[in-house]
């Protein structure tokens, strides 16, 4: 409990508010109930279980002999429950105001998951180590909380603490109380990590009629800064005109500087299959960043296909015949932690009888074979294409029985298939999105070291079998 804060409760709503919170163990009874904790009867109860009560959970109003305790929130993790009383700022808030325009429930929610992330750290087997976390919870909560309100909810903070980063120095200025930890030793270094996700629907259809080729990237730009103070730091940002980015609040003001030629930004239907230049744009961010790892931006935008190809599928009475063409895309580094196809044969039984001929890589029949397995290591070759020729026997299909434990498009029958593409990339973007290391300033001045990662995964990235059909979403009709 907080004196400070029930203070101002009574402060702010007047005579109303003079009793005294009740004592914590009728908080936890009533919570209990409220729960349905220890209910020992399913029949129905018209107080918990009829229409006219209206669930609000977490949010909790509890009644105690005719006065009403207001918002409070209880959530149940792992044998624990958090509980939360809090503050409402204004008289005009009632249980009837939506809970999203009430910033107190906001924040309390968002402290007690924090908690919640904080405790799922030690076994939940082990009481002593569990109550020895909680204790040091207890600490942590005087100093992010010094008088009732949060300073800082985050994790991140809470675990600086606790791995032994305290102020216990003098620092060279002030700290600013919502940035406990602005003193404590760095590393003076800066890490970005551009990570980056790529979706693709592949069709082949040579009309460009009814299928287009469709290629989408999204991702986030991590930022680390493990730096001194509370600087303001600076850097030259660059991404492809047609990539839509949504800063962190940290950011402070941005000067955007397109060279693209007229009708090159915002480009919503390019040609994937032909090579488009285009011009980046140049960003100029200036933003304060939070002690702990965040998101600086998140990107989402139409991009060329990192790889292109063509799969065809045909089928003569119980023989299927496959091939696939794959070429990698220019720009596109040759380096790979992983690449491997995936071919399923839906609605089909086991593969009996199998012949390959491929130009390159491995390929190999899944444990369960229902589908082929292409694994072409860690780069392509020097011409960047590769083609897999295949002859399958497959056995009868599977019987209904057997049907009803497998998962399978039910629309994948026949012809109506395709393959999948699954690799990650290092030090590769298609979003064109790139940090300069020399254009990073800081004020106060300093020079920090500059760490910047890159990660391009493929998300649902499919090339569907150009002989059948391809499930396909159409925008609506205006």
Not at 72 to 81: D, E, P, R, T
């Amino acid at each position: 409990k907080y004196p400070t804060v029930e203070r101002r409760h009574h402060l702010i709503h007047g005579r109303k508010s003079n009793h005294e919170l009740p004592d914590d163990n009728h908080v936890i009874k009533s919570v209990f109930e409220k729960l349905q904790i220890g209910r020992k009867t399913e029949e129905f109860m018209e107080e918990y279980d009829g229409c006219q009560q209206s669930k609000g959970e977490p949010v909790l109003k509890l009644d105690f002999n005719g006065e009403i305790l207001w918002p409070v929130i209880a959530i149940q993790k792992f044998n624990l429950i958090f509980i939360c009383v809090c503050l409402v700022e204004k008289k005009e808030f009632d249980s009837n105001t939506p809970l999203v325009e009430i910033p107190a429930i906001s924040i309390g929610y968002a402290l007690i998951h924090n908690m919640i992330e904080f405790l799922e750290l030690v076994p939940t087997d082990s009481n002593a180590q569990l109550a020895s976390q909680i204790q040091e919870l207890g600490i942590l909560l005087k100093i992010l909380m010094p008088f009732g309100s949060p300073s800082d909810t985050n994790f991140s903070v809470m675990k600086s603490f606790l791995l032994g980063k305290d102020i216990g120095w003098l620092p060279k200025y002030r700290l600013s109380a919502w940035r406990p930890l602005a003193g404590s030793k760095t590393r003076n270094q800066l890490h970005f990590t551009i990570r980056e996700q790529v979706n693709a629907a592949i069709y082949n259809d040579s009309e460009k009629t009814v299928y287009k080729d469709m290629c989408r990237v999204y991702g986030t730009v991590s930022c680390k800064a493990d730096i001194e103070g509370v600087p303001e730091v600076s850097l030259n940002f660059f991404s492809k005109p047609n990539i839509h980015i949504a800063f962190h609040p940290c950011l402070q003001w941005v000067d955007i500087t397109s060279n693209g030629r007229s009708g090159s930004v915002g480009d919503s239907s390019p040609d994937f299959y032909r090579t488009v230049e285009q011009v980046p744009v140049s960003r100029t961010v200036c933003f304060t960043p939070p002690h702990e790892m965040f998101p600086l931006c998140h990107m989402n935008g139409d991009s060329q296909l990192p790889v292109k190809g063509v799969y065809q599928l045909k089928t003569e009475r119980e023989v299927t015949h496959v091939q696939i063409q794959l070429q990698l895309s220019e720009g596109v580094k040759n380096s790979f932690e992983y690449f491997e196809i995936h071919i399923p044969f839906f609605h089909s039984g086991p593969i009996n009888k199998w012949d390959f001929a491929n130009t390159w890589g491995t390929v190999l029949v899944s444990p369960e074979k229902r589908k082929l397995v292409w694994s072409l290591g860690q780069r392509f070759p020097k011409s960047l294409k590769i083609s897999l020729n295949a002859t399958v026997l497959l056995a009868e299909a599977a019987t209904t029985s057997e049907r009803s434990n497998l998962k399978e498009n039910p629309f994948c029958h026949g012809l109506n298939t395709y393959i999948q593409i699954f690799f990650k990339s290092t030090n590769t973007s298609v979003s064109g999105i790139t940090i300069d290391p020399k254009s990073i300033k800081l004020n106060p001045s300093s020079s920090p070291k500059v760490h910047v990662v890159k990660d391009l995964v493929s998300s649902d990235y499919k090339i569907w079998n150009s002989h059948g059909d391809a499930l396909v979403a159409f925008p609506p009709t205006l």
